[in-house]
């Protein structure tokens, strides 16, 4: 079974930084690809940031130049680095990856943007 662990997440001030990390339960991660997305209570979940074994990394528009996706295929790990926060970022962050065309999804870690 594969399971996904986040963290990282919490409370900062507009124009701050921070780096969600995302711990993989899976053989040959490398091979998978990975990605983040946000969703807020009651609203779908959207695409932030995704990362295939060995294509190059696809962004939401409104995380362009903010946000990298990285991952450590040596720890199972995907990472994302998100700087310049604004309030409008705040959600819940959710890592997932596609197994064999299944998708798989990390219980979440919360991302609050505020002065």
């Known amino acids: 079974q594969v399971q996904l662990v986040e963290s990282g997440g919490g409370l900062v001030r507009p124009g701050g930084s921070l780096r969600l990390s995302c711990a993989a339960s899976?053989?040959?991660?490398?091979?998978?690809?990975v990605g983040w997305y946000r969703q807020a209570p009651g609203k779908q979940r959207d695409l932030v940031a995704a990362a295939t074994s060995g294509g190059t990394p696809k962004y939401a528009d409104s995380v362009k130049g903010r946000f990298t996706i990285a991952r450590d295929n040596a720890k199972n790990t995907v990472y994302l680095q998100m700087n310049t926060l604004k309030p409008e970022d705040t959600d819940g962050y959710y890592c997932s990856i596609k197994v064999f065309g299944l998708d798989y999804w990390g219980q979440g870690t919360q991302v609050t943007v505020s002065s």
């Open positions: 899976v053989n040959m991660f490398s091979i998978y690809a």
